[in-house]
C-alpha cells in the first residue's frame, strides 16, 4: 500500500514563526504535491515537485516556499506565519506516468495566532 | 483554465435512496477522479476513470465518464449512513505531470 505521512497532525504556531510541515512517502513517486484545503474553497495546489530539487508554483504560492532535497521527503515551508494561514494542509503523492492517481496524506491542520 | 464543477454542494439523503452527484470540467480530459474524505481526515481515492464510457463500480457506489459531454456521474444506489463524507471528483490537466484540479466537494449527509 501507499503510505503518505505527514510530520504533524495538529501544529499551533505564533504569527511571524517560520514554519516546517514535511511529508515523506515510501512510494518511490516521482511527483509529490502540497495543498491547502479551506471550506468552500475547496482543495487549492501551493506548489509541486516532479523530481529532486525541481519546484513548481501552484496556484497559490505566496507566502509558501517549499524544499525537496530527496525523492521522498517534500517540504512545505511558512517563512513568517500569519493568520490567513490557517487551514488544513495535505501532502500528496503520484507517479510521473498515467493515471496520474495521487495518494494523499493525513492532513496538518494548522492554527496561527 | 479548467474548471471542475460539481453539483450539488450539499446533499442530504435519506437511508435507501438514490441519488446522483455530476461532475463537469471545462476542457478536455480523459481521466477523471473521485475521491472521498471522512470529516477530519484525508482524501482517499475511490475511483479512476481512464476514457470515455468508463464505468466503475464498488459497493453502492458507481462512477461513469462521458469525456465527450466532460461529465462524470458518481452514482448513489440505496444510501446508507456509512456513505455520509464529503466527495470530490478531480481532472487532470492532460500534460505530463499529472496535476489535478479538484472540484469544491459535495458534502453528502445519509439520515436514518
Known amino acids: 500500500d501507499v503510505k503518505v505521512t505527514q510530520s504533524s497532525r495538529y501544529l499551533v504556531k505564533r504569527t511571524g514563526e517560520k514554519v516546517f510541515l514535511e511529508c515523506v512517502q515510501d512510494?518511490?513517486?516521482?511527483?509529490m504535491f502540497w495543498y491547502r484545503q479551506d471550506p468552500g474553497l475547496g482543495l487549492r495546489l501551493i506548489y509541486f515537485?516532479?523530481?529532486?530539487?525541481?519546484?513548481e508554483k501552484g496556484d497559490i504560492p505566496e507566502g509558501y516556499s517549499v524544499s525537496r532535497e530527496k525523492k521522498e521527503r517534500f517540504s512545505l515551508i511558512l517563512e513568517s506565519a500569519s493568520t490567513n494561514q490557517t487551514s488544513m494542509y495535505l501532502c500528496?503523492?503520484?507517479?510521473?506516468?498515467?493515471?496520474?492517481?495521487?495518494?494523499f496524506g493525513p492532513g496538518t491542520r494548522l492554527t496561527v495566532t | 483554465e479548467l474548471k471542475v464543477e460539481q453539483n450539488p454542494l450539499f446533499l442530504s439523503m435519506q437511508e435507501g435512496k438514490n441519488y446522483t452527484i455530476y461532475c463537469n470540467y471545462s476542457?478536455?480530459?480523459?481521466?477523471l477522479y473521485w475521491y472521498r474524505q471522512d470529516p477530519g481526515k484525508s482524501l482517499e481515492s475511490l475511483f479512476v476513470?481512464?476514457?470515455?464510457?468508463a464505468v466503475k463500480q464498488e459497493g453502492r457506489l458507481m462512477a461513469s465518464l462521458d469525456t465527450k459531454a466532460r461529465l462524470s456521474t458518481l452514482h448513489i444506489t440505496a444510501a446508507v449512513h456509512d456513505l455520509s463524507a464529503t466527495y470530490f471528483c478531480?481532472?487532470?490537466?492532460?500534460?505530463?505531470?499529472?496535476?489535478?484540479?479538484f472540484g469544491k466537494g459535495t458534502k453528502l449527509s445519509v439520515k436514518p
Open positions: 476542457t478536455t480530459s480523459d481521466r
Open positions: 476513470l481512464l476514457s470515455n464510457g
Open positions: 500528496a503523492s503520484s507517479l510521473q506516468n498515467p493515471p496520474y492517481e495521487q495518494y
Open positions: 515537485s516532479y523530481d529532486v530539487k525541481m519546484k
Open positions: 512510494m518511490d513517486h516521482e511527483n
Open positions: 478531480a481532472v487532470d490537466y492532460g500534460g505530463s505531470q499529472g496535476n489535478l484540479i
